[in-house]
């Protein structure tokens, strides 16, 4: 999302667009989303969410009469019951804003700041579920690192974002991954997957590991693996099948759906664990 945002706020300062914040200075109680959240609103555009509905419907539109009028901040307390289209029950207090320069700096070198600190995932295998996962992972918050030796394998579009890496280096990106990282594993080649997996097995500080496969291949894996001295604790950490919620179907989007809410579920949430984060609700749409 930092990624996605810092892109769309570059290209409207590069267009000379009007831009108005839109932020949650206050919440209480149940609500779409945390204080500190904020959304940016062109006249005919947005980046950014502060939880949807009649809620941010409504901060847009006012977003857009102060981008039309000018003056100065306002601030809007609503309670998300009765009158206000949403039931979340809680009170939320929105603040509307037209940054200037400097305050658009600080808004980048956050959003940077954000993206640098998301968990970093890597990406083994540009085949077609490496590609569908690609696009379908992008959006999340975790930087996406993507490897493959094969560059035509990447597709005419990189999601935005994603760091490409097409000289197949592997044991660099796993070498190197900050303790905590996540790895999906899903090359053309089995041998490669095994050699893939047994480094990062060694490590032994990956918050998450999948590999594609059967069952079957699993427990070829963990034979292997044996064999070359892996204790059973860390061979245990790994994650295979991928994306394995009772649903037998084999289409590449399929499989990266739910592949996406397997690295949401135990590799996003236990990293935000990790960092103490506070609770965050879902959007009321």
């Known amino acids: 999302m930092s990624m996605t945002m810092r892109a769309d706020l570059e290209r409207w300062r590069h267009e000379g667009q009007l831009i108005a914040r839109i932020s949650v200075s206050a919440a209480r109680g149940s609500t779409p989303r945390e204080a500190g959240t904020f959304m940016l609103v062109t006249p005919t555009a947005l980046t950014g969410t502060i939880g949807g509905g009649e809620l941010e419907w409504n901060g847009i539109h006012r977003a857009r009469e102060l981008l039309a009028g000018g003056g100065q ?8 019951g ?56 992008a959006p999340l918050p975790l930087r996406l690192a993507w490897c493959d030796s094969r560059p035509e ?5 990189i999601p935005p974002g994603v760091m490409v890496h ?7 990106l796993v070498a190197s991954a900050p303790a905590g990282s996540g790895a999906l594993v899903l090359t053309q080649s089995h041998a490669l997957d095994s050699l893939i997996v047994a480094s990062i097995l060694e490590r032994g ?19 292997g693996f044996r064999q070359i001295g892996l204790p059973e604790e860390r061979i245990a950490t790994m994650t295979c099948p991928i994306g394995d919620r009772g649903v037998r179907d084999k289409r590449p989007p399929v499989i990266a759906a739910l592949v996406a809410a397997e690295i949401v579920t135990h590799f996003l949430h236990h990293a935000q664990a990790d960092g103490d984060a506070d609770e965050v609700t879902g959007p009321d749409e």
């Not at 594609?212 to 034979?223: D, L, Q, V, W, Y």
Request: aromatic residues 6%; proline residues 3%; charged residues 25%.
């Open 73 to 80: 901040a306002v601030d809007l307390r609503i309670s998300l």
């Open 82 to 137: 009765g009158n206000s289209g949403q039931c979340c029950g809680g009170e939320i207090m929105l603040t509307l804003d037209l940054p200037d320069a400097a305050e658009l700096d600080r808004i980048m070198a956050g959003l940077e700041r954000q993206r640098m600190e998301e968990p970093l995932l890597l990406l083994f295998g540009a085949g077609h579920v490496g590609r569908a996962l690609a696009h379908v992972l």
């Open 153 to 157: 394998e990447f597709g005419p579009v």
């Open 166 to 172: 097409d000289d197949g280096n592997w044991e660099r």
């Open 205 to 223: 500080d990956f918050g998450y590991v999948g590999l594609i496969g059967s069952r079957t291949k699993r427990r070829r894996f963990e034979a």
